[in-house]
């Protein structure tokens, strides 16, 4: 069992920048393959950034934003520039099992957190 729990949401003006952070619980955080997500109102959750050992990135945040993770911190990071109001939304981490898995649909993952709202204005 994996419990995960973001930070770091709010509200910023059109072109500034958030730090998401995603801490899990467990002992066996690095051997889970992780990513974020975002769901803006009436839209369906949507993959953003994936990592295992490798990243990738949709391509509406590709270059804006950069996903990392420190396993000796069971933390997984969503460092986000350059912020545009399409990219309101509320953002959840996920872990899957399947550590190959660099980007898929949300079935395919087993663990979320519980979501952080993230607002930018124009």
């Known amino acids: 069992q994996v419990q995960l729990v973001e930070s770091g949401g709010g509200l910023v003006q059109a072109g500034g920048s958030l730090r998401l952070s995603c801490a899990a619980s467990?002992?066996?955080?690095?051997?889970?393959?992780m990513g974020w997500f975002r769901q803006a109102p009436g839209k369906e959750r949507e993959f953003v950034a994936g990592t295992n050992w490798l990243t990738d990135y949709a391509d509406s945040v590709k270059g804006r934003f950069t996903i990392s993770r420190d396993n000796a911190k069971n933390t997984v990071y969503l460092q986000m520039n350059s912020l545009k109001p399409e990219d309101t939304a509320v953002y959840y981490c996920?872990?899957?099992?399947?550590?190959?898995?660099?980007?898929?649909?949300?079935?395919?993952?087993?663990?979320w957190g519980q979501g952080t709202q993230v607002t930018v204005s124009s």
């Open positions: 996920a872990a899957t099992s399947r550590r190959d898995l660099l980007r898929g649909s949300p079935s395919l993952y087993d663990y």
């Open positions: 467990g002992r066996t955080f690095s051997s889970y393959a």
